[in-house]
Nanobody, 116 residues
């Protein structure tokens, strides 16, 4: 049974930091590109960050470059999103995604709220 379970979300003040984690199981983790998406109320789901199967290549949406860092641990089947200098516009539900060709899996999401 494929599972992606996100954790680490919460309420944080502007300028603060959070680290999201995603625990994967039920598939060969190292065969999948891993991504973080987010969806704010009334907006479409947005790709935030992506990391290659071996962790060697990462990409980010422009709005988070220099503030967010995606990483993975293939031995633990984990992917992370370190978020710093958070802004109110980062408020969204954050989703973990696994991609391998036509195979795509999603987690249930974790809420991140940036507010004073």
């Amino acid at each position: 049974q494929v599972q992606l379970v996100e954790s680490g979300g919460g309420l944080v003040q502007p300028g603060g930091s959070l680290r999201l984690s995603c625990a994967a199981s039920g598939f060969i983790f190292s065969n999948y590109v891993m991504r973080w998406y987010r969806q704010a109320p009334g907006k479409e789901r947005e790709l935030v960050a992506s990391i290659a199967r071996d962790g060697g290549t990462t990409t980010y949406v422009d709005s988070v470059k220099g503030r967010f860092t995606i990483s993975r641990d293939n031995a633990k089947s984990m992917v992370y999103l370190q978020m710093t200098m958070l802004k109110p516009e980062d408020t969204a539900v954050y989703y973990c995604n696994a991609l391998n060709g036509y195979l795509r899996y999603w987690g249930q999401g974790t809420q991140v709220t940036v507010s004073s």
